[in-house]
Nanobody
Framework: QVQLVESGGGLVQAGDSLRLSCVASGRTFSRYCMAWFRQAPGKEREFVAY????????YYADSVKGRFTISKDNAKNTVYLLMNSLKPEDTAGYYC????????????????????????WGQGTQVTVSS
């Protein structure tokens, strides 16, 4: 089993930056494909960002492209989400997710953005952006 623990959320003002962290258990973290999703009250959980297991290629939702950056440190078993120029619309619970399948890097973008593609989830961390 893989355990994921997010941290770094908080209350910030519009235009501020925040960095979220997700620490993963498991000896094969470097082979996982990792993603960040978010869910606002009354809305479905939506894709935010993705990073592949081997080559570190990234993919972002249009709503955060140019503002958010996903990265990972295999030595620390940690994936990060750096959020710049935060907007009130970014307010949501943020969740990290892991795809432990050995061939996850070969998935199409259409697969990467779907909640069901991931088999492990963190408990979430709240990000609130005030205007």
């Amino acid at each position: 089993q893989v355990q994921l623990v997010e941290s770094g959320g908080g209350l910030v003002q519009a235009g501020d930056s925040l960095r979220l962290s997700c620490v993963a258990s498991g000896r094969t973290f470097s082979r996982y494909c990792m993603a960040w999703f978010r869910q606002a009250p009354g809305k479905e959980r939506e894709f935010v960002a993705y990073i592949t297991s081997n080559d570190g290629n990234t993919y972002y939702a249009d709503s955060v492209k140019g503002r958010f950056t996903i990265s990972k440190d295999n030595a620390k078993n940690t994936v990060y989400l750096l959020m710049n120029s935060l907007k009130p619309e970014d307010t949501a619970g943020y969740y990290c997710a892991a795809d432990s399948r050995p061939y996850c890097a070969a998935d199409s973008r259409a697969v990467r953005v779907v909640v069901s593609a991931y088999d492990y989830w963190g408990q979430g961390t709240q990000v609130t952006v005030s205007s």
